[in-house]
């Protein structure tokens, strides 16, 4: 009988230092570990994302009420095809002050090598972001 394959934990490139939403207020943003896009996921069952989303400003909160945030999967190596796979809820609650949009979701694991990214909407127009995010595989 083979060994199980041991979970793993991965952290997502940051963002650049300038990362900005358009002017309606929403933005896309692949998730890279050392630039690299596809990440091997034939040996694990789901994928558990952490997302933490803010301004580096401190002068601009996020409306929880309005913001949302997906997670988007490709799975062909060879063709960077998006779809939409998850809404991410945020884990504080609407009537907080909302510094930051906060939130995690457990993914089925759908390809042999998958590629993952967000993609937001009802941020502030032109407004720079900060994303922070991490992934833990588990068999």
């Given at each position: ?52 989303i ?7 909160a996020i ?26 809820e ?50």
């Amino acid at each position: 009988m083979p060994a199980p394959t041991p979970p793993r934990h991965v952290i997502f490139d940051p963002t650049p230092e300038i990362f900005a939403t358009d002017g309606a207020g929403s933005f896309w943003f692949p998730l890279q570990i050392d630039g690299q896009g596809q990440q091997p996921t034939s040996s694990y069952d789901e994928a558990r994302l952490l997302i933490s989303i803010w301004h580096p400003s401190g002068q601009r909160a996020i409306d929880l009420d309005r913001a949302y945030v997906e997670s988007r999967v490709s799975l062909d190596p060879n063709q960077a095809h998006w779809f939409k796979l998850a809404e991410i809820e945020p884990v504080v609650p609407p009537y907080d002050t909302g510094q930051t949009f906060d939130g995690w979701i457990v993914l089925p694991v759908l390809a042999e090598a998958t590629a993952f990214g967000i993609a937001g909407s009802g941020f502030h127009p032109r407004a720079r972001i900060q994303v922070r995010a991490s992934a833990y595989f588990v068999a």
